[in-house]
């Protein structure tokens, strides 16, 4: 079986440097600072529960991006271990786009940029997770 780290590497990369550059320009706005412009940010983004919301997947997103790293690392040096690491990321990073597009919907709120980050997250971890179970059964 083709090694499926390989194929999804930059998927991984891709996510979870993202994932810690948004964190990284959510933190300045919190307290005030305006590094993008307003209408970057998504509906209601300054309403005390939605914002509260939003940072309910602070700990979430900084574990998978973590376990995804490592997963690719691990991998890079050989290490078996980048398996389990790679499982318990893709899990966490489709839980973070199905429960986002969830809440958008219950909201009946499309926007086509938040749906689709939040569909990526939700979508492309379907495709390797199997082969993730597959390939540590054999």
């Given at each position: 079986?083709?090694?499926?780290?390989?194929?999804?590497?930059?998927?991984?990369?891709?996510?979870?440097?993202?994932?810690?550059?948004?964190?990284?320009?959510?933190?300045?706005?919190?307290?005030?600072?305006?590094?993008?412009?307003?209408?970057?940010?998504?509906?209601?983004?300054?309403?005390?529960?939605?914002?509260?919301?939003n940072w309910?997947?602070?700990?979430?997103?900084?574990?998978?991006?973590?376990?995804?790293?490592?997963?690719?690392?691990?991998?890079?040096?050989?290490?078996?271990?980048?398996?389990?690491?790679?499982?318990?990321?893709?899990?966490?990073?489709?839980?973070?786009?199905?429960?986002?597009?969830?809440?958008?919907?219950?909201?009946?709120?499309?926007?086509?940029?938040?749906?689709?980050?939040?569909?990526?997250?939700?979508?492309?971890?379907?495709?390797?997770?199997?082969?993730?179970?597959?390939?540590?059964?054999?």
């Amino acid at each position: 079986m083709r090694d499926v780290m390989n194929r999804m590497k930059p998927l991984i990369v891709v996510t979870d440097v993202g994932f810690i550059v948004y964190w990284a320009v959510s933190l300045p706005i919190l307290f005030g600072v305006d590094v993008i412009p307003a209408s970057w940010l998504f509906k209601d983004y300054n309403d005390p529960i939605v914002n509260a919301w939003n940072w309910s997947f602070f700990p979430l997103d900084m574990m998978l991006s973590t376990c995804g790293l490592l997963a690719v690392r691990r991998h890079s040096r050989g290490d078996p271990s980048w398996r389990p690491l790679a499982a318990f990321s893709l899990a966490l990073t489709f839980c973070a786009g199905f429960m986002a597009v969830s809440f958008w919907a219950i909201r009946f709120d499309f926007d086509p940029s938040w749906w689709g980050a939040n569909l990526f997250l939700a979508i492309w971890p379907c495709f390797f997770l199997p082969r993730l179970a597959q390939s540590s059964a054999a």
